[in-house]
């Protein structure tokens, strides 16, 4: 352990409960190997089901949590710990990034946001990050496409993820819609 693990572990609190939540499992081992070496006490969860029964019973001080799971979406296992637990820290990975669900994710109670492949020392600092500094601007900004990307996102999280009237709200066929919304955001 590095002297910056061992300082850091003192910031986690007198709770040093952690529940990781993701579908893909070399990354949740590794990153449950990564955060018990800087003091947290991990459990693991590779479905919503199954986030949300180990919140129900015992909500974890800080949470990581995948956006898109093979069973759902990990905004709902966000919702449910914050109802638990209101002080819990949520950082919500994804693959899938995009302004919308970035809002959706916050306004559930989620501290942060990252986008994959995220490492152990971003997701440890967004963990503990007390400050409210500004993130820096983007260096490049968004292609035409991205933009686009964007708003379609935003008019589904508006219509609740509802892909037949988010379709209609854009004048768009409910297949293509779908094709948009299943590839990842352009960059």
């Not at 993130?135 to 990307?149: F, Q, T, Y």
Request: net charge negative.
């Amino acid at each position: 352990m590095t002297d910056n693990e061992n300082t850091a572990n003192t910031d986690i609190g007198p709770d040093p409960t952690l529940l990781l939540v993701d579908d893909d499992a070399p990354f949740l081992r590794r990153l449950a190997r990564a955060m018990e070496t800087r003091g947290f006490i991990v459990d693991m969860s590779e479905s919503v089901a199954d986030g949300l029964a180990k919140v129900k019973n015992q909500p974890p001080a800080y949470a990581v949590v995948d956006l898109r799971l093979e069973d759902g979406n990990g905004l709902d296992v966000v919702s449910a710990l914050h109802e638990k637990r209101p002080d819990a820290k949520v950082v919500v990975l994804t693959g899938y990034g995009n302004i919308a669900t970035a809002v959706t994710a916050v306004k559930l109670g989620a501290i942060d946001y990252l986008s994959k492949p995220a490492d152990a020392d971003d997701v440890f600092n967004a963990l503990l990050n007390t400050s409210n500094g500004k993130a820096p601007p983007p260096e490049n900004p968004m292609s035409a496409d991205r933009v686009r990307w964007e708003h379609i996102q935003r008019v589904y999280e508006a219509c609740d993820r509802n892909v037949s009237e988010t379709a209609r709200r854009l004048n768009m066929h409910r297949r293509t819609l779908q094709r948009i919304l299943a590839k990842r955001a352009p960059r």
